[in-house]
């Protein structure tokens, strides 16, 4: 007998499934929700990825760039271990839309570098990374792509049992970080609920050596300090659904506690053990500077779809969020500067019935957001109000072994600082487009080529910086007089399944080309601040070259056990020949799972390259070796209860893994050797 290996959110809904899967087949039976109408993910060469399943279950970390380090193409962009943005091919925060069940999660990651996003991985059912026409429902700006958290907080299907349950806890040895995760869902007649709540603690990260080899009298050692964190979150949420369509509400609560690693702040710890963590976060020096953040926030959804709503259309759907955000900068335990986000956004749609074999969809999407910083060294203005409305129309043509994608969006954003003596208004229109083109030989081999001409209005950040950031030691200016970023986006892809299968199982290629005019970034200005002595850092345009590819081959090496090799690469350039700074170096990769009668795992090694190519006023970084493993064991309990004890070693070799995509690269590496332990259990 073996055992289906489900996620914690399924394990509530198919807690009496009992046979085995190979979770590779699983993914490409999943349905892609942030796709309206071509959402199986079986039948297409496209760049999409979708992590579920017991694969996200033991992939889960604390952030989602942690969680999703595995996946070809993408990278953390991480500021100490309470920061994971994720950077796909190249291109992060702006150009790298983040979705809380296809709809944005309005908070205040895009702004700087040290701000977490609000997703929470552990109590995420499915993620899914987009690319390609389709992307251009969510904002025309997303030339990265579109990462789709979906966590099942409004119920959209009635349970057939009245409460159905699970919990989960796990210990990770690194930090002694202790998290845990309740889920229950249920429902009567035409109800369904759902609550969930998390509460995760951890201390300071352990590091294999300084965190600053090169400044050695400012390093912490064996530890990164001011690197622990607290977080809890809890959501309630319930729909009515009918024989044609559903309507549900949510409410989430979330509070983020963490800390900013520094290099710039001396630490006194010599009558302490190096190796003990330190999680008092007042014990620090009167003249140590110790920066802490604190995020509150609370989230309020809608969402409704009513099928066949009249003649000629399949659905009407809407979707509704506002998000009460505060993200606050203590500095030493003194309030330095809080960013608040007052903000709501609407999406409503409807999918047309297939006409002449084009099926797809239009629809608006509108975003009003209260945004600014108040404090001393508040960089962007004290309130500002942002305005954007999006139209946006996809549509898809399938034939025999062919398909066609189509899409078009226009959108027009304003952004207004209030105050005497804040800026001018800035209005910006931005129109993008798509197109792909899908064929398939004898359902063997499939191909696809993807253009898109995209264009992305400067954010607030980016037009209206003027001030000291403490978190990230700079002295940002922004510029009023940036014009809108243009990007002509080329994707080849190729996918190999073979009908009689043997050793190989799939393989995948994708190819990519950016060619991106007046790139919006941050470069040194080579001045500094007099008054607060930090290197300014203006925002700029150049045009600029992103290319590169990403490989994934999977093989059956018996009926137990699987091989997957991958890798991937990026370039970038701008004209004058520099490189882009904190891009991504090579990786290749292998991953080795099997699948026993009561167990499986899997030991996966990357190889990282030197990153050589840091560009200006930048550091080279070291390549390294990162040796993960993986063990779980199944089991029942009695009845329709199931469990899962599982093990997951990160950093085996104990390398100092530093990202060239961090800006805390040389003050703060990644943690050391890590185990995690943990139960889940459902009923």
Known sequence: MKFRFIPLTAMVMASQTSHAINPRHDLEEVIVSASPIHSQHSDNARPVAVLNGDELRNKAAATLAQTLSGQVGVAAASFGSGVGNPVIRGQSANRVKVMQDNLDTLDASNTSADHANTTEPLLADQIEILRGPATLRFGSGAIGGVINVIDGRIPTKLSSDPITGAIETRYTSNNDEVASVLRLDGGFEK????????YRDSNDVSIP????????????????????????????????????????????EQNNKYGIPQGAHEHHHEDEDEDEHHTDEDDHDEGEEVIRIEMEQTRYDLKAQLNQPFAGFEK??????????????????????????DATEARFEIVHNPIQQWQGAFGLQMLDRDYGADGLEAFIPTESKIRSTGLFWIEEKHWEHQWLEFGLRYERQSIDPRGSEAPSKTDHNATSVSFGYHWSIDDVHQFSAIWSHSERAPSLEELFSDGAHIATQTYDRGNTELDLETSQNFDLGYEWQPLNKGLIEDLRINIFYNDIEDYIYQSNSGDEDLESELAIFDYVQQDVQFHGGEIELNLALSEDAQLRLFGDLVRAEFNSGADVPRISPDRIGAELSYEHEHWYGSLRVIEVSEQNRAGEEEESTDGYTRLDAQFNVPFSISGSSDGLLFLRADNLLDEDIRHATSFLREVAPEAGRSLTAGIRLSF
């Not at 530890?223 to 622990?228: I, V």
């Open 191 to 198: 109800i369904a609920w759902h609550v969930d709540a998390l």
């Open 209 to 252: 050596g300084l965190s600053n080899i090169e400044d050695p009298d400012e390093a912490s050692d064996g530890y990164l300090a001011n690197s622990n964190s607290r977080a809890d979150a809890f959501t309630g949420g319930f729909s009515w659904i009918g024989e044609r369509g559903f309507i549900g509400i949510a409410i989430s």
């Open 316 to 341: 009407l759907s809407l979707r509704v969020g506002h998000n009460d955000y505060q993200h606050t900068e203590l500095e030493s335990g003194a309030v330095g500067t809080t960013f608040s986000s």
